[in-house]
């Protein structure tokens, strides 16, 4: 039976991008991949809401190196950061944090508590260089409210550091009106292309105030001076997921093409169309505010795990379990993707059946 991924991600990958991973690879020091990777730049900074004066570090890697990258290139160890901890990712922020010996506060938040500015106030008198948040927390599904983040940052003079690895071209998402500083995303997410690479955008500021030089870095291979000289011709210092970068620069011509509006808007009706489905008696999604990216869908009895089983042997219809205990009662369903409407809403029509028969 073929597979439907209502996971992210790897997320259900658009046609498009199966006809141009097909393609051989080319080499890649010359002329044209300079194009490619300078017109995917000036487009993803553009879809980003970013002014073309930031700078993009193309790194071959998956996404939690692009978070481990731009904290090494630059906190230095002992300086003061506020990381958002509402889950997995959160506590991987916190993780690389702590092994860079930075001075990290988290601010930590229960299962389905849904951050408010009230829960930033214990931490209004410390002076941190940085906040550091994964803006939707995709082990949860809870979306922070950029605004209150925005307001915390603006008011002492702070970096505001995001990952919006499963919120770009998933929700709205605007890096320059936010004030945010860094934004760190990678391929297989919210981009719907091959897992393998990330992108971390700085503004000017950070890049001229915060960027560390290359001789304060231990390392070489992560070390974003080199990337941003090779950039302004094109280029990476090492060689990239070449194949990658083409996917990345069909999908945000598409992007381009169609518009952002009408992307973000396919994903919410999609979204939308799920959530009225799917809520009925006990099945439901958490009250915080949700990503469009993901719902995650709770039961009131442990069989989670079962319909999983079920909807991938008898539909071919693969989710996101969510880890630990709390995996019993709930998993999570992508919305982004090439899927459609008619499937989404069968998922949630046949999760609601096996719901009854269990
Ligand atoms: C998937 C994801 C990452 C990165 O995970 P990798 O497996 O390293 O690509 C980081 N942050 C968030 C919010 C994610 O969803």
Do not use: W
Not at 40 to 56: A, E, R
Not at 192 to 214: A, T, W
């Amino acid at each position: 039976m073929s597979k439907t991924l209502f996971t992210i991600g790897p997320t259900q990958m658009y046609e498009t991008t199966r006809t141009v991973r097909q393609q051989d690879i080319p080499y890649f020091r010359n002329q044209s991949f300079s194009d490619i990777m300078l017109e995917t730049d000036s487009l993803l900074k553009k879809h980003m809401k970013t002014s073309q004066d930031s700078k993009t570090v193309f790194l071959t890697a998956s996404g939690t190196a692009g978070m481990e990258a731009a904290i090494e290139n630059l906190f230095y160890e002992g300086d003061r950061v506020l990381v958002i901890v509402g889950g997995g990712f959160g506590r991987r922020f916190e993780q690389i944090c702590k092994k860079k010996k930075l001075n990290c506060d988290g601010v930590y938040l229960e299962t389905d508590q849904q951050l408010e500015f009230k829960d930033l106030e214990p931490f209004a008198d410390i002076d941190y260089k940085a906040l550091i948040v994964n803006l939707h927390e995709t082990s949860t599904g809870q979306l922070y409210d950029i605004t209150l983040l925005k307001k915390f940052c603006e008011s002492r003079n702070m970096l505001l550091i995001v990952d919006a690895i499963s919120t770009f071209l998933c929700d709205e998402y605007s890096m320059d009106a936010n004030g945010i500083d860094v934004t760190i995303i990678s391929t297989q997410k919210g981009l719907c292309v091959s897992p393998g690479m990330c992108m971390v955008v700085m503004n000017d500021r950070v890049v001229r105030d915060y960027l560390k030089s290359s001789g304060e870095l231990p390392n070489m291979y992560f070390d974003f001076n080199d990337y941003l000289v090779n950039m302004e011709r094109g280029q990476t210092p090492f060689t990239p997921a070449v194949g990658i970068v083409y996917e990345i620069h069909d999908m945000l011509l598409a992007v381009e093409k169609d518009s952002l509006e009408s992307k973000l808007k396919e994903v919410e009706g999609r979204t939308r169309a799920f959530r009225e489905a799917v809520i009925s008696e006990g099945i439901s999604i958490p009250k915080f505010r949700c990503s469009n990216a993901i719902t995650t869908v709770i039961f009131d009895k442990p069989i989670a795990k079962a319909v999983e089983k079920e909807l991938i042997e008898t539909k071919g219809y693969v989710i996101n379990p969510c880890g630990g205990e709390i995996g019993k009662y709930r998993f999570r369903v992508s919305h982004v993707g090439d899927l459609s409407i008619d499937d989404t809403v069968d998922l949630a029509e046949t999760i609601k059946k096996l719901y009854k028969e269990m």
